[in-house]
């Protein structure tokens, strides 16, 4: 238990604190509700797999000592939000209502290479799964089971509440505030990469 309650706190709190992931979750699910963000949460946990599978073979370690590398996948995914930020003001308009849909499963996942907190998870998880004396191919299976356990849970509970503001969405006023409130917080998880 020792080694289990660490490694499934670690979970919970990563992948239930704000950070990209979250925050296009519950702009999808205000935007297009819960079913329709379904792909978008696939997509999310086969990249984050993907990315505990790389950190298994050593790719976690190179990308932590190897210069620039943090930088050039910060620099990705600060690109990257913008241009969703945007996206997300985008959805204030009327006329771009029809032509919006949620991320699909290749997008969410393809994402996840440019996340700087998926990666600090992948590491992370992997290393206080290997602190319990799990071979790397058992510790990756547990991590990843966890994350598809808790990790989608946390992540559905984002949908959710995007979702239940689905109501507030109906009034044209509210939905440029609420999306343009989503796209500053967006903004914001920006400038917290830069920080850390």
């Known amino acids: 238990m020792e080694y289990w309650l660490p ?11 704000p ?6 979750l519950a ?7 819960l079913r329709p963000t ?11 797999y993907g990315l505990v599978i790389l ?6 370690q190179i990308l932590l000592t190897v ?4 930088t050039a996948l910060k620099l990705f995914a600060t690109a990257y939000l913008a241009y969703l930020a945007w996206q997300m003001l985008g959805l204030s308009v009327v006329e771009t209502q029809a032509t919006a849909r949620p991320m699909r499963i290749w997008e969410a996942s393809l994402f996840q290479v440019s996340n700087p907190k998926a990666w600090m998870m992948a590491i992370t998880g992997l290393n206080l799964a290997l602190a319990a004396d799990h071979s790397v191919p058992v510790a990756v299976a547990v991590l990843c089971c966890c994350f598809a356990t808790l990790g989608t849970l946390c992540n559905l509970s984002w949908v959710a509440a995007g979702a239940s503001l689905q109501a507030q969405f109906q009034d044209a006023r509210k939905r440029r505030l609420i999306n343009a409130t ?3 917080i967006t903004v914001a998880t920006i400038a917290a990469f830069w920080v850390q």
Do not use: D, K, M
């Open 27 to 33: 702009a999808s699910g205000l935007n297009f509700g």
């Open 55 to 60: 950190c298994g073979l050593g790719l976690g």
């Open 19 to 24: 950070g990209p992931n979250n925050l296009l």
């Open 67 to 70: 210069p620039g590398v943090e």
């Open 38 to 48: 379904l792909p978008h949460v696939l997509g999310i946990h086969l990249g984050v």
């Open 7 to 17: 490694l499934l706190l670690f979970v919970v709190i990563s992948t239930l604190t």
């Open 182 to 184: 989503l796209a500053a």
